[in-house]
Nanobody, 126 residues
């Protein structure tokens, strides 16, 4: 079992920045990658970014490229999502997830992940 706990969400204004954290515990050894997803009210969960276990490979959704940066600190079992230049359309619940099996070409898929956190709310006002 793996437990994932997100933090760092909040209410900000357009143009502001936030850094989300995802702390992992439990049987994390052997994980392939971790990802961030978001879900806005009335919409499906969508991919934001993913990072390999080593941190050597990252993948971003087009909406995140140039504004968001995913990183990880394996000494703390934590993955981060630095979000800059936030827009009202970034408002959503952000969740992290871990996969033990998916190849990099599948990291954008919801069904590629094995464990999920509860999520943290990010609200961006205009």
């Amino acid at each position: 079992q793996v437990q994932l706990v997100e933090s760092g969400g909040g209410l900000v204004q357009a143009g502001d920045s936030l850094r989300l954290s995802c702390a992992a515990s439990g049987r994390t050894f052997g994980s392939v990658a971790m990802g961030w997803f978001r879900q806005a009210p009335g919409k499906e969960r969508e991919f934001v970014a993913a990072i390999s276990w080593s941190g050597g490979r990252t993948v971003y959704a087009d909406s995140a490229k140039g504004r968001f940066t995913i990183s990880r600190d394996n000494t703390k079992n934590t993955v981060y999502l630095q979000m800059n230049s936030l827009r009202p359309e970034d408002t959503a619940v952000y969740s992290c997830a871990v996969t033990f099996r998916a190849a990099g070409s599948s990291w954008y898929r919801v069904d590629a992940y094995d464990y999920w956190g509860q999520g943290t709310q990010v609200t961006v006002s205009s």
